[in-house]
T-cell receptor, first 110, second 118 residues
Framework: LAKTTQPISMDSYEGQEVNITCSHN???????ITWYQQFPSQGPRFIIQ???TKVTNEVASLFIPADRKSSTLSLPRVSLSDTAVYYC???????????FGAGTRLFVKA | GAVVSQHPSWVICKSGTSVKIECRSL??????MFWYRQFPKQSLMLMAT?????????EQGVEKDKFLINHASLTLSTLTVTSAHPEDSSFYIC??????????????FGEGSRLTVL
């Protein structure tokens, strides 16, 4: 399983765009890149997933360069409620066995 | 999206007793479920992979006799912490994969169960 590396923490202000980058140098051909959000004392919640190029949904965008060795989660116009820990995961093509890295603790200030 | 429910959401028990935590997929069938534990301000640590109808696969360092996992149906997996001790106090989280969904890597997580052993 590919190991992931993210910044430990990030600070932002309300209304700003936040970009969190994750490194996954050993990603395999069949692996997907998935991001989760976790609030204290809750289970993680799926945000977005991608394989290559760019993926966008109603809450975030995911940018993946051609070599797929990194990815960037983009949160547009964050609010205080986006304060959480964000995890980047590399998941096998079969979707099995997910290993969580340390995650990025995002703190959004007013 | 799909829903995974855990019960109980929190439990307090005496040292030496056993505690069972249930994980249910409410609107889909899950042949595979995962169990994690999470200590304060730390990441989730995968404990084991629960396979319906067969034995669970435990991660290195996780005692299978201590953490009993049963996945008797396609919608239910249970984790039993046997002879619990204070060091077993943690936040236990399960997740499940909906095999019918197109998104390969998407997992659905339960709300978590906080265990406190006195």
């Amino acid at each position: 399983l590919a190991k992931t590396t993210q910044p430990i923490s990030m600070d932002s202000y309300e209304g700003q765009e936040v970009n969190i980058t994750c490194s996954h140098n050993n990603i395999a051909t069949n692996d997907y890149i998935t991001w989760y959000q976790q609030f204290p004392s809750q289970g993680p919640r799926f945000i977005i997933q991608g394989y290559k190029t760019k993926v966008t949904n109603e809450v975030a965008s995911l940018f993946i360069p051609a070599d797929r060795k990194s990815s960037t989660l983009s949160l547009p116009r964050v609010s205080l409620s986006d304060t959480a820990v964000y995890y980047c995961l590399v998941v096998g093509g079969g979707g099995f066995k997910t290993i969580f890295g340390a995650g990025t603790r995002l703190f959004v200030k007013a | 999206g799909a829903v995974v429910s855990q019960h109980p959401s929190w439990v307090i028990c005496k040292s030496g007793t056993s505690v069972k935590i249930e994980c249910r997929s409410l609107d889909f069938q899950a042949t595979t479920m995962f169990w994690y534990r999470q200590f304060p301000k730390q990441s989730l640590m995968l404990m084991a992979t629960s396979n319906e109808g067969s034995k669970a696969t435990y991660e290195q360092g996780v005692e299978k006799d201590k953490f009993l996992i049963n996945h008797a149906s396609l919608t239910l997996s249970t984790l039993t912490v046997t002879s619990a001790h204070p060091e077993d106090s943690s936040f236990y989280i399960c997740s499940a994969r909906d095999g019918d969904r197109a998104t390969a890597g998407e997992l659905f997580f339960g709300e978590g169960s906080r265990l406190t052993v006195l």
